[in-house]
């Protein structure tokens, strides 16, 4: 079970945000919410979150530029990103993974399988020693 | 009375700074005309500034010009005149020299005629100016022509980027659509999920039952979306294939977890059995794989609570391989059975129409096991079950080529000899194609002979006679007379661009490393 590992939700959506909110707070986890990419990214270096959940349609920045932007600034310690999307478009999935998304998980999900990703996404990013 | 070209009055315009040659020249036009029944009027000038300032705004105009003029040639006129698009420009000297001529020529003259002889023989005169006329009408109607064919390119490719535009946004329209039904549904999903698991507080059995239906109901509305979203993107032909050669049990595996998870929210029980010995077959895994899940959840369906349904990979005795998917459902009459053949066929033709009672996932299917060189096949008992089949050919040449044909076969099963002519884009290089078809064994052995028909496949239609000779004279013989035919029908069908797309996976196949040479003959 975890012990307040930090989730970071970035999702323009309230309720999917909500939903995720609900089930990864009942799993232990420690959740925050960033409505917006810029917010998001903003949280993401100030809160040091351990896993981030990222929606890639969102208005202003989208999902794809967020990873585009880790990528570019390379910091170590930069936390695993699964990409949480209603994006089924042929291409969008191998994008983000290339972007360097460790996951991509579609909506609808089933809980288990998103759990199941957080969960192995931050196990094995503990694993490996951050990059530089 | 022989009338003149066009209904228009003629005035012949003459130009010379002689009054007498002027005069002589403006009664011979005259007499010339009379000769031709023609009635052509004159007006005759000595400068020829004045008579450019004073042509005819009305009727056709045939200007004569003298060469030698007061303190010029007709050559530092010509251009003026033929600029004023008045007419033709005929230019006349008392003697005939080459050098005059080209040069008249070269400026824009229309004919080039001898004083003397103009004077003497009126039928000469006669024709050159008929002659110019019909020159200058020509060139003029040319011109009209091919400014109306600019307009018309013009307009076409404007029409076209237009078209493109709109396939664009049309196809952006529907990704948003099939996002925006999918993020509510991800939200009705994750929360009977949160409720069933508690997260929100105890619920009862019966609620927990309850949840699981509306967790169904989600996955099928979101398979759903999946199907508009396919069905759409097959009727624009947005839908792009990447067939690769691999172990046939992969497409089952492929989508395991979903076909098991359709089948225990609706209480069936889901047997998925593979024989020893089945051929690898060359598909684009999602397509194929999405074949297996539409028939499953078709199955599904139609199967009572505590069903079954048996998912079968095996092969059969052409070396097929076959996916059939089982249900203990009512099962489907024999009437019904010959429609849904019929609806298959129909459907592969008409782009995404709904096959009745089986929605859009069946029909979808169709199109899908085509686009993979294979075909659905069904069979039922009412009162027992039925099998759906997806029928897909092993990943070797002979397999593909046969494959090919029968669809050959299937859909242009009037024709008795058919040339197919393909166009080496997509990358195949001619080179590719050309060791492909010299081969040669496709076309004779399997193609030219099938079932009766005779299909050949060929390359680059230009290079079609080359390959007809390399096929033997007798076949060519009996392929000539058709040859044009298929390449008209090829620009006039709009359904027979598929035939390269299914040529495509052969030479998709050869390209990825087929053993073109070490195949059997």
Known sequence: MPSGERVLVIEDEELVATALLSRLTAMGYEVEWADRAALGLERLRAWAPACVLLDLRMPEMDGFEVLRRLRLENLPGTPPVIVVSANYQEGARRQALDLGAAAFVGKPYKASDLLREVRRVIDEHAEVPAEG | ?521
């Open chain 2, 1 to 521: 009375m022989e009338s003149s070209p066009g209904s228009k009055s003629v005035t012949v315009v003459v130009i010379d700074d002689n009054d007498d040659h002027a005069d002589l020249m403006s009664r011979s036009v005259v007499r010339a005309a009379q000769a031709l029944g023609e009635a052509w009027e004159t007006q005759s000038f000595s400068e020829p500034d004045v008579a450019l300032a004073s042509l005819p705004v009305h009727g056709r105009i045939v200007v004569i010009l003298d060469y030698f003029l007061r303190n010029s040639t007709a050559a530092d006129w010509l251009s003026d005149f033929v600029q004023s698009g008045a007419g033709p420009v005929l230019v006349t000297t008392s003697c005939g020299d080459e050098q005059v001529a080209a040069t008249v020529f070269r400026k824009g003259a229309s004919d080039y005629i001898i004083k003397d002889k103009a004077f003497e023989n009126v039928d000469y005169l006669g024709y050159a100016v008929r002659e110019g006329l019909r020159r200058f009408q020509l060139v003029q109607s040319n011109r009209m022509l091919s400014e109306r064919l600019k307009r018309t390119n013009r307009d076409l490719a404007e029409k076209n980027d237009q078209l493109e535009r709109a396939t664009e946004s049309a196809h952006a329209f529907v990704e948003d659509v099939a996002h925006d039904l999918r993020t509510p549904l991800a939200v009705i999903k994750e929360f009977a999920s949160i409720i069933a698991d508690e997260v929100s507080g105890p619920v009862t059995d019966e609620q927990t039952k309850h949840l699981a239906y509306i967790d169904t109901a989600v996955d099928d509305l979101a398979a759903m979306v999946d199907d508009f979203l396919d069905s759409a993107k097959l009727r624009a032909r947005m839908l792009s294939v990447n067939r690769k050669k691999l172990a046939a049990p992969l497409v089952v595996e492929h989508v395991r977890p979903i076909l098991q998870r359709r089948a225990t929210g609706r209480g069936v029980e889901l047997l998925i059995e593979a024989d020893g010995d089945i051929p690898e077959v060359f598909v684009d895994l999602s397509k194929a794989s999405r074949v297996l899940v539409n028939l499953t959840a078709n199955a599904v369906k139609f199967s009572p609570r505590g069903g079954k349904v048996k998912i079968q990979v095996g092969r059969d005795g052409d070396g097929n391989c076959r996916f059939s998917v089982s249900d203990e459902g009512r099962g489907i009459a024999e009437a019904e059975l010959c429609t849904i053949f019929e609806r298959f066929r129909q459907a592969e033709v008409r782009q995404g129409g709904r096959i009745e009672g089986f929605g859009l996932g069946l029909a979808i299917s169709v199109q899908m096991a085509a686009m993979n060189f294979g075909r659905l096949e069904v069979k039922s008992q009412v009162g027992k079950g039925s099998t759906f089949t997806l029928v897909l050919p092993p990943a070797d040449r002979d397999g593909l080529a046969r494959a090919y044909a029968d669809w050959c076969v299937t859909h242009y099963p009037e024709s008795p000899i058919m040339c197919i002519a393909f166009e080496p884009t997509h990358g195949t290089s001619l080179e590719t194609l050309r060791e492909f078809l010299s081969d040669n064994c496709f076309a004779r052995d399997l193609v030219l002979e099938w079932e009766g028909k005779r299909v050949l496949a060929m390359g680059p239609s230009t290079d079609a006679p080359r390959w007809l000779d390399r096929l033997g004279q007798a076949a060519a013989a009996r392929l000539e007379g058709d040859l044009n035919e298929s390449v008209r029908y090829r620009a006039s069908t709009p359904t027979l661009h598929h035939v390269p797309d299914s040529m495509y996976t052969l030479i998709e196949w050869i390209n990825q490393g087929g053993e073109v040479a070490n195949a059997v003959g």
